[in-house]
């Protein structure tokens, strides 16, 4: 092999043994196959610009600069919040002034519009679905943002490409090659086969793990949709390319990669399909293949799943694959907590992240453009007496405004009558009771809901890693019922909280009184005060505080010298926190001196009560 740049020979000496190892053992020895993978990633490194090198470096010097307490990050449709990538651009400043540094734009690869999932079913990994702009616009965007101190965070669909992807195009005319690239079947044999141990990921939108496919006379499996052909990563060719793909939107300046299905990426039969040792070696290459090209890039992992499941997906310490996992168990959690104003499970689920270790870093959210699924520990409940169907039906009664005492506004989604498995929708300010309210004109009903969700992101800025606004939730954006109307859409009720970015509302944020206003300026005061002070850094201790009232959580957090107290009332009355800590406390929000003992939190309401020695 010829002698390539030092910088490129010093980085692949470093990792190239371990490299080596683990593709020579998932890809029995291919030689040929790995030669060509490094040589592959040569081309990339030389592709890089200066620009993004010197981010590489920037980042390499600083390794944590995502784990401070001045991290936060907005998920957004592109069409939905400004129509195009150029628009996104244009409206940067709006972002900087939610206080945000970390853009997640939801998938924007070319896909069919029909067949997309949504855009999880990518046609090119190349190319930007015409109507957002092109990779000249989404590159120059990437530019704009690190200029600005921002992150762009990208979707890469691991797991199955488009039914339209020239690759899928060619195995069902037939060409074997590209057969090879999926999982062809002559008969049903091998497919029933698999379909007793594989779990249905949509048993009522999209039964069944394998579909039929006229043209080539085959079976195909299909996990997710019928459209959505599954990649299979025996082949390295598979790999090497889809590697190719994911280091080619890198070097168009997306530095958070989101890699999305990854359990489900390595097949084995007589097996769940999900989560198999295969997929960690994977994802371990993938990442030591962005250390070598492009090493300011972080990798974000999809994996929906209990902490048990989703903690492996760090890698270790001395070998790690993602730097960041969602915390999709507090999420669910949370709004579980708001439906039965009884926060054990939250105080168990809290326990549980806090004992892991300081380096694993956790995307905290609310909501997010898909369902809420209720995982929760049912074996913890079960000591309450719970039962998972009943009270699954129980949160999305509540949630959904079935029951008298409720003003939250949701939709079922996935509604599975048989197993009672129904998962929910909606906006977090439907969800608060906020759309009631201003249906009612009731001033009272809106304050009250106001108030639970300005608690509910100052709960979601108090825990460990890196807060999440979904795009619109900062002004209190409410479902959208028109989806029932467009053909596309209307059977798929998580549009009901995509709808587009309202900019008339967003201008009433400057309108004193407003629920736009109120919710914007108190997300951005707790926003800067989370910015300023240490003690939200994800290197802090953090712990429960007992408060025996099971209406209020407590939360402490410590970090060089700063220790916060945090407690949060999910009750419906003033609740009294039975706390007796010791020293003085100041009020983070208002600046003044508090007794941090047997405190009377009001009803959804929170303080942040820091140390005043800090």
Request: proline share 4%.
């Amino acid at each position: 092999m010829a002698k390539k740049d030092p910088v490129f020979e010093e980085r692949l000496s470093k990792y190239g043994d371990e490299l080596k190892w683990l593709y020579n053992e998932l890809y029995y020895n291919n030689e040929q196959a790995y030669e060509y993978f490094v040589s592959m990633l040569y081309d990339f490194y030389k592709k890089r610009d200066k620009d993004l090198k010197k981010w590489d470096a920037e980042k390499e010097a600083d390794p944590d600069w995502y784990k401070g307490s001045d991290m936060l990050g907005m998920l957004m449709y592109t069409n939905c919040f400004a129509g195009t990538l150029k628009g996104v651009g244009e409206h940067l400043d709006y972002i900087e002034e939610c206080g945000v540094n970390y853009i997640h734009l939801m998938p924007l690869l070319e896909s069919p519009k029909e067949r997309s999932d949504g855009g999880y079913a990518v046609s090119d990994f190349r190319k930007v679905q015409p109507e957002l702009g092109t990779m000249k616009d989404l590159s120059d965007l990437s530019k704009e943002c690190r200029k600005r101190g921002m992150s762009l965070c990208l979707d890469f669909v691991m797991n199955h490409t488009s039914e339209d992807h020239e690759w899928a195009v060619r195995a069902r005319h037939g060409e074997k090659e590209f057969q090879d690239r999926y999982f062809f079947f002559d008969d049903w044999n091998e497919p029933n086969a698999y379909e007793e141990t594989v779990p249905q990921v949509f048993p009522q939108t999209a039964p069944g793990n394998f579909i039929w496919c006229s043209e080539a006379g085959k079976v195909v499996m299909t996990t997710f949709y019928t459209y959505q052909w599954d990649l299979n990563y025996r082949n390295p060719t598979v790999f090497n390319d889809m590697t190719a793909n994911m280091l080619y939107l890198c070097n168009q300046g997306v530095g958070i990669i989101r890699l999305d299905a990854v359990p489900y990426i390595w097949k084995t039969l007589g097996t769940s399909c999900r989560n198999l040792p295969q997929v960690h070696t994977l994802v371990r290459m993938m990442h030591i293949a962005a250390k070598i090209v492009c090493p300011g890039t972080l990798f974000l992992g999809e994996v929906v799943m209990e902490p048990s499941k989703v903690v492996p997906y760090f890698g270790t310490l001395e070998k790690p694959e993602c730097q960041m996992l969602y915390n999709v168990t507090t999420m669910a959690s949370t709004w579980h907590t708001v439906a039965v104003k009884d926060v054990r499970l939250l105080k168990h689920q809290m326990g549980i992240l806090f004992a892991l270790p300081k380096q694993y870093t956790f995307l905290n959210y609310l909501r997010c453009h898909d369902d809420i699924g209720w995982g929760l520990d049912y074996d913890f409940l079960k000591a309450f007496g719970v039962s998972q169907i009943p009270h699954k039906k129980y949160l999305n009664d509540y949630l959904r405004g079935a029951m008298y005492e409720s003003s939250s506004r949701g939709e079922l989604y996935n509604d599975d009558p048989a197993l009672g498995d129904a998962r929910l929708c909606g906006t977090t300010a439907s969800l608060c009771g906020i759309e009631a309210a201003e249906y009612e004109q009731n001033m009272d009903k809106l304050a009250w809901a106001i108030k639970l969700d300005v608690m509910l992101h100052a709960f979601l800025l108090t825990q460990s890693g890196i807060p999440v606004l979904y795009s619109g939730d900062e002004l209190g954006q409410l479902n959208d019922y028109g989806y029932h109307n467009d053909p596309v859409k209307a059977g798929d009720s998580r549009y009901l909280h995509r709808g587009n970015f309202d900019w008339e509302s967003a201008a009433k944020r400057k309108k004193r009184g407003t629920r736009q206003q109120q919710l914007f300026s108190s997300i951005k005061k707790l926003v800067t005060l989370r910015k300023k002070h240490r003690v939200f850094k994800s290197s802090a201790d953090a712990w429960v505080i007992e408060t025996y009232n099971d209406h209020v959580l407590g939360v402490g957090r410590y970090c060089e010298g700063e220790k916060l107290i945090a407690l949060f009332n999910f009750g419906d009355y003033d609740e009294i926190a039975y706390i007796n800590e010791e020293g003085g406390y100041k009020n983070l929000l208002t600046g003044k001196q508090f007794d941090a003992k047997n405190v009377t939190v009001p009803a959804h309401d929170f303080y942040w009560l820091l140390d005043n020695k800090a």
